[in-house]
C-alpha cells in the first residue's frame, strides 16, 4: 500500500488523508484501488506461468460493493456468492452472470432459483440434499461442483477452519458421503457434474495444507473412477495484519500448488483439470484502511490508558470475534510510538477493542485521526447497526484521484423499514 507520510502527515498515493476524511467524515473505509488490481495481476500472472488452464473468482464476502464488482470484471475476474443479497449485488455490476459461482452450506429453494434464473456459471453443492432440491427446482441444465471435506486441519485460528473433519462444510470423503454425493449428481436429471471443491481455511500463510490435500483429492478422484473438468481450491491466503503475520507468497505459492497438482496427476495418471481458485481476502484485505476520530481519552493510574474513537465493533468486528491484531498510524503527524494504550471503540460493549497494548504517539488527542490498517476485508462486509450505529461510507484511493463507492447510511435508513 502506498502510504507515507508527507510534510509530516499520512497520505495515500499523495492524497492527505486528513483531506479525504474531512470530506468523507469518519468512520471511513480507505481503498487503495491500485493494490487491488495488482493483487488480480499477481494471481493471473502466478497462474499463466503454470501453463494450466484456470479461473480466478473473486470471494465476495471479503468486501461486496458494484463498483468493487465492475473492477473485477476489468481484471478477468469471476466471482463466487453465498446468498441472495450477494447475487443480487453482484447482477447489478458488470460482471457476466456465467462468471458467477453460488455456494453456502444452506442454500434456501428460492436462492436456489433465483441462482438458476439468473444464469450463474455453476453450483457449489455443499450437501446431499441440495442435491436432490438443485434437480427438482431445475427449470434447465444447470452446473455444479460438489465441495468436498478432505479432512485436512489448517493451522490457523479454529473459527475460520473449514476442512477438518468436524466441519458444517462440504461432504466428507473418509466416511464415504462425498463419493455418494458424486454418485448423486451424475445420475442427476438436471446437473452436469464439473468437479470438486474443497477449502481448508482462511488466513493460511503457506502451502502445505493445500499441497497435502491436492494429493489427497487425485488420488480420491483416481481410485474412485471420478472423472471432472474443474478442480477448484478456494482461496484463504493470507494477509499481514501485524509484524508478526506474513502475507501469503502469491508466486512462489500458487507455484508449488500448480506443480503438485501437475505432479499428482501424472503419478496417478491422471488428466490434469482446469484450476479455479477463489481469492477474497489477499486481493482486498491489505488494501484498506479505516479511519476514525479520537474521542475521549481516559487514564486509569498504573491500569490502562483508554483512547476511544468514534467507531468500533460495529465496522470492526473482528478484534472481538478472533483477537484479531491491527496496527494503527497517527493520520495528523508523524511522531515516534512512545506511549502503550489500549484503542477503544463507542459501543456499549467492554469488547468493543481496536487493539490493546499498542505503542502509539503520547501527544495524542481528542480530534486527531487514526487510521487502522489492514481492514479492506471483513470489516464493511461484517459491520452492523448495533447501537444503531450508521454504517461507514467507502471510498476509492488511486494516482488520479479520490472517489465514492459507496455512501454513509443515514439516519432515516436506519428505520426505513420501521412501521411507524
Not at 189 to 206: K, P
Not at 216 to 222: A, D, G
Not at 271 to 277: A, G, I, N, T
Request: proline fraction near 3%.
Amino acid at each position: 500500500m502506498t502510504l507515507q507520510y508527507i510534510d509530516n502527515e499520512l497520505t495515500m498515493h499523495g492524497h492527505r488523508l486528513k483531506d479525504i476524511a474531512g470530506e468523507y467524515g469518519t468512520p471511513l473505509f480507505v481503498y487503495d484501488e491500485t493494490m487491488i488490481r495488482q493483487q488480480c495481476h499477481r494471481f493471473h500472472t502466478a497462474l499463466q506461468d503454470s501453463g494450466l488452464n484456470y479461473t480466478i473468482s473473486y470471494a465476495s464476502k471479503a468486501f461486496s460493493a458494484v463498483q468493487l464488482f465492475n473492477m473485477m470484471a476489468e481484471e478477468d475476474m469471476g466471482l463466487d456468492v453465498v446468498s441472495e443479497g450477494e447475487l443480487y449485488t453482484a447482477l447489478q455490476s458488470n460482471v457476466a452472470p456465467e462468471r458467477i459461482h453460488f455456494h453456502g452450506n444452506n442454500k434456501t429453494d428460492w436462492e436456489i432459483l433465483y441462482a438458476i434464473e439468473s444464469g450463474v456459471e455453476y453450483f457449489v453443492i455443499d450437501s446431499l440434499d441440495e442435491i436432490a432440491r438443485i434437480d427438482r427446482l431445475a427449470t434447465k441444465q444447470v452446473k455444479a461442483v460438489l465441495r468436498i471435506n478432505p479432512g485436512v486441519e489448517a493451522h490457523t485460528h479454529e473459527f475460520i477452519q473449514t476442512g477438518q473433519e468436524d466441519s458444517k462444510f462440504g461432504l466428507s470423503i473418509k466416511k464415504r458421503l462425498a463419493l455418494e454425493g458424486v454418485r448423486q449428481i451424475e445420475a442427476a436429471e438436471h446437473i452436469d457434474f464439473m468437479g470438486v471443491h474443497f477449502h481448508i481455511g482462511s488466513q493460511i500463510f503457506e502451502s502445505t495444507g493445500t499441497v497435502e490435500t491436492v494429493k489427497l483429492v487425485i488420488e480420491w478422484l483416481k481410485e474412485n473412477d471420478i472423472d471432472i473438468q474443474v478442480l477448484n481450491i478456494g482461496g484463504g491466503f493470507s494477509i499481514k495484519y501485524t509484524d508478526d503475520d506474513v502475507s501469503y507468497p502469491i508466486e512462489e505459492g500458487i507455484k508449488t500448488i500448480t506443480q503438485a497438482v501437475q505432479a499428482a496427476c501424472e503419478a496417478h495418471s491422471y488428466p490434469v483439470p482446469e484450476l479455479s481458485l477463489e481469492p477474497g481476502r489477499s486481493i482486498v484485505g491489505e488494501a484498506g484502511i479505516t479511519l476514525y476520530e479520537v474521542g475521549t481519552i481516559k487514564e486509569i493510574p498504573d491500569t490502562n490508558y483508554y483512547v476511544s474513537i468514534d467507531g468500533g465493533m460495529s465496522d470492526h468486528i473482528r478484534t472481538a470475534l478472533y483477537d484479531a491484531k491491527y496496527e494503527l498510524r497517527l493520520v495528523d503527524r508523524e511522531e515516534t510510538h512512545d506511549k502503550t494504550m489500549t484503542i477503544a471503540g463507542k459501543l456499549c460493549e467492554s469488547g468493543d477493542i481496536i487493539r490493546r497494548d499498542i505503542k502509539l504517539p503520547a501527544s495524542i488527542k481528542r480530534g486527531d485521526l487514526l487510521a487502522v490498517l489492514s481492514t479492506g476485508a471483513y470489516h464493511y462486509s461484517m459491520s452492523s447497526n448495533y447501537n444503531q450505529m450508521v454504517k461507514p461510507a467507502v471510498v476509492f484511493v488511486s494516482e488520479s484521484g479520490v472517489r465514492p463507492v459507496i455512501k454513509r447510511q443515514t439516519l432515516a435508513q436506519l428505520i426505513q423499514n420501521d412501521i411507524i
